[in-house]
């Protein structure tokens, strides 16, 4: 079946920092792969997708790319800020009938000044 | 354009009794899918309702059930809850029948059972 396995946080970086928040998937197919933010309290955000391979997906600073060779999708952003400070969720999803996402488990990132 | 809402925001029940959840989705959106969020935990798809039937159903028990109103809105009903139903309950909506099946998230019902 699909699986999706994120690296462990908490994610701790200072403000300005590079971050970087592995994310690989297992899948028959070709899925579709999203990033979702969830700030305390509250529901999900969609951050950025990608629907095919080598697809790259940015929103707010953040990017990421569809790599099918090595079945991943890593957020990247340059330059972190306090406001970032959120649970990321990686998710991979497929078109079609019963498209259900499946996530991976999140990472916490807490960025400090 | 009007987003995702549910309600209530929270609720309180004990053990053994029944809750109907309320999801109202995204303008132009025909779908909705239910998931079950654990306290630390990624979401996990309960089901999806697509022209007002369960159109695929993840592992949680037949005393999670749900309907799909014909403005697309929906319910998720538990029947006889258990502690472990405590959790934070996320509608989302999305179009099905383009070519990129978006979902996009409502804010959550957060149930605790006690």
């Known amino acids: 079946g699909n699986s999706v396995t994120q690296m462990e946080g908490p994610v701790t970086l200072s403000e300005e920092a590079f971050l970087t928040i592995n994310c690989t998937y297992t899948a028959t197919g070709y899925p579709s792969l999203f990033w979702y933010v969830q700030y305390p309290g509250e529901g999900l955000q969609l951050l950025l997708k990608?629907?095919?391979?080598?697809d790259k997906g940015s929103n707010k600073g953040f990017e990421a790319t569809y790599r099918k060779e090595t079945t991943s999708f890593h957020l990247e952003k340059g330059s972190v800020q306090v406001s970032d400070s959120a649970v990321y969720f990686c998710?991979?999803?497929?078109?079609?009938?019963?498209?259900?996402?499946?996530f991976g488990t999140g990472t916490r990132l807490q960025v400090t000044l | 354009e009007t987003g995702v809402t549910q309600s209530p925001t929270h609720l309180i029940k004990t053990r053994g009794q029944q809750v109907t959840l309320r999801c109202s989705s995204q303008s132009g959106h025909n779908t909705v899918s239910w998931y079950q969020q654990a306290l630390g935990q990624g979401p996990q798809f309960i089901f999806q309702y697509y022209r007002e039937e369960e159109n695929g159903r993840g592992n949680f028990p037949p005393r999670f059930s749900g309907l799909q109103f014909p403005n697309y809105s929906s319910e998720l009903n538990v029947n006889a809850l258990e502690l472990d139903d405590s959790a934070l309950y996320l509608c989302a909506s999305s179009f099905t029948g383009g070519t990129q099946e978006t979902q996009y998230f409502g804010p959550g019902t957060r149930l605790l059972v006690l």
């Open positions: 990608a629907t095919k391979a080598d």
């Open positions: 998710a991979l999803g497929r078109t079609g009938t019963a498209s259900k996402l499946t």
